[in-house]
């Protein structure tokens, strides 16, 4: 999954007034959020983010910010469960009762939906609620969401139900339970099931594109009201009921989503503590400009949240125009990744890539594709490019339009003009970022680009990202437009071994093999994400699956 954009809207905030949070007594906790208050019931907790979600339609979104609220809305059939000091997320059944029964040598798989789980209007979520949810996944014209749903036989000639038809290969015995036959063993079905893919929609309150703003909650909360690229605020669903849901509390009364602020601006109001900003979390990351001095800060430490991620910055060399396979191995030896970190916040902001699968990812080799240790290479890039007799050359290069990314552009420029080639900048709006560069007709020869693991399994990056087989017209994740037979045999190799070890190995054999033949990426940096919590937040716990603050159990304090 990607994260959402980083722009910055330029608006200033003024520091506002406390909302207030009504109180009805509560305990001494810190909550693992810094706050020294006693817990409260009620409140409101306030949101800033830059500006409003890509999606949070279920089916549509494949951002981190989306589905980090959507696990507010929605319920998938299997979840990471992470309460306040429980350790490393769990896998565990969120919607169904388990995390699945499987059989046929892991090519079918069976769900029993919890009993009790209501729809926003009280009415019970089934198993072909469930089953019209992934189904819409497969319509054209939903097309920015995870293709997981491309395990299910007879998936690749399922335009989605629309139209009327329906997918065989989703079964749906009774209300309770959903069956999904598979087109060859998937021992980590129960990992996709986690994704909001695998979220329930009532056909009636399917309002097509329209759903992305009227979601119809069966989880904690439920939209009161959404005023795009302004305000969302949630409310308690009142058909909730913890005694069905194992990974959800409903502390706060209220969420307020502002949109459309500075980050620069959220990070000084999170950083004096005054007003709403006691009450708030933030949505991004701390802007490059203010990481270092936040993070040596010791009177910010306690609201701190470093969070370790499976995230990776990197390049895209678009391979349909930069054809020559030394030129795209030139500029991985060019780039200077040291800088680039420089400007996107320094150390604190993560390590310097090599190979590209992340750090602790299973089967990861530990290897660079790049005659690069971080600084660059210039001579090494300039002996390739005389080697491909390409002299001159003339770039585009894709990021988000905020000053952070526009200034760690900058680094990329420096580096390319020192073997000779001009890289022109195209800053792209942030709301529409990867909606744009997901399109492939844009035609940008470089693409600045992120990417955390659906989960931890070499199986959710390389086969997202290089797979010429998932290139579409419309929300395609394959940046580089590789198209490699020989690297899709070799992800597909992997993806046929059931032996978990067997496969990750697989899959770290597989990356090797196409980023020392292909060279279609450049990994930049590891990612961390570091974040902020008011005083008197608590209940935060730190997402390592998504990169985010989850806020299942969020509280408020006095």
């Known amino acids: 999954m990607m994260r959402n954009k980083r722009t910055v809207a330029m608006t200033a905030i003024a520091i506002s007034v406390a909302l207030g949070a009504t109180a009805c007594g509560g305990s001494k906790s810190t909550g693992g959020s810094g706050t020294t208050g006693s817990k409260i019931s009620g409140g409101t907790l306030v949101y800033y983010a830059e500006d409003d979600f890509n999606h949070i339609d279920p089916q549509r979104t494949y951002t981190t910010q989306g589905m980090n609220i959507d696990q507010l809305l929605v319920r998938t059939l299997t979840g990471w469960s992470q309460s306040p000091g429980s350790g490393a997320p769990k896998l565990v059944g969120d919607l169904a009762t388990n995390t699945g029964v499987p059989s046929n040598g892991d090519k079918t798989w069976t769900f029993t939906l919890r009993p009790g789980v209501k729809w926003q209007d009280g009415t019970p979520v089934t198993s072909y609620d469930v089953k019209y949810g992934v189904e819409r996944a497969a319509s054209p014209d939903i097309s920015s969401g995870t293709t997981y749903w491309t395990w299910l036989v007879g998936s690749a000639n399922y335009k989605g139900p629309y139209s009327g038809a329906e997918l065989p290969s989703i079964q749906t015995p009774n209300a309770s339970t959903i069956v999904f036959n598979l087109s060859s063993a998937q021992p980590e079905f129960p990992q996709a099931a986690a994704m909001d893919t695998f979220a329930a929609v009532p056909k009636a309150k399917d309002t097509g594109s329209a759903y992305d703003t009227s979601v119809f909650s069966d989880a904690s909360y439920e939209i009161k009201s959404y005023v795009h690229n302004k305000e969302m605020v949630l409310v308690k669903n009142p058909n909730w009921s913890a005694g069905n849901d194992p990974m959800r509390e409903q502390n706060v009364n209220e969420i307020d989503i502002k949109f459309g602020q500075d980050q620069a601006s959220i990070d000084q109001l999170m950083k004096a503590d005054q007003g709403d900003a006691q009450n708030a979390v933030i949505e991004d990351p701390i802007a490059g400009t203010d990481l270092t001095p936040f993070t040596m800060d010791p009177a910010l430490k306690s609201r701190m949240h470093n969070i370790a991620t499976p995230g990776v910055d990197y390049i895209a060399m678009n391979t349909t125009t930069i054809t020559n396979v030394k030129v795209r191995e030139a500029i991985g030896d060019a780039i200077n990744k040291e800088t680039y970190r420089g400007a996107m916040g320094g150390s604190a902001y993560g390590d310097i890539a090599t190979s590209f699968l992340p750090t602790g990812t299973p089967g990861r080799i530990a290897y660079n594709p790049y005659n690069n240790t971080g600084t660059g290479n210039i001579p090494a890039a300039k002996a390739l490019l005389q080697q491909a007799g390409v002299s001159h050359l003339t770039l585009s290069l894709a990021v988000e339009n905020d000053p952070t990314h526009e200034k760690a552009a900058d680094t990329i420029v420096n580096s390319l003009a020192q073997i000779g080639i001009t890289v022109n900048v195209k800053p792209v709006d942030r709301a529409t970022y990867f909606n744009n560069i997901g399109t492939p007709a844009n035609k940008y020869d470089l693409i600045w680009a992120d990417w955390f693991a659906d989960w931890p399994s ?90 985010e603050l989850d806020l299942t159990h969020v509280y408020l304090t006095n």
Do not use: C, W
Request: net charge negative; proline share 4%.
């Open 458 to 547: 070499a199986a959710t990056i390389d086969p997202v990202l290089l797979d010429g087989r998932l290139i579409q017209a419309q929300g395609n994740n394959d940046y580089s437009m590789l198209n490699d037979k020989v690297a899709e045999q070799k992800l597909d190799a992997a993806g046929a071994k059931t032996d978990p070890t067997a496969e990750a190995a697989a899959y770290g054999l597989a990356d090797q093999y196409i980023f020392q033949t292909d060279f279609p990426l450049v990994p930049l940096t590891y990612r961390n994400q570091t974040e902020m919590s008011g005083d008197h937040v608590g209940g935060l716990t730190e997402d390592t699956i998504i990169g």
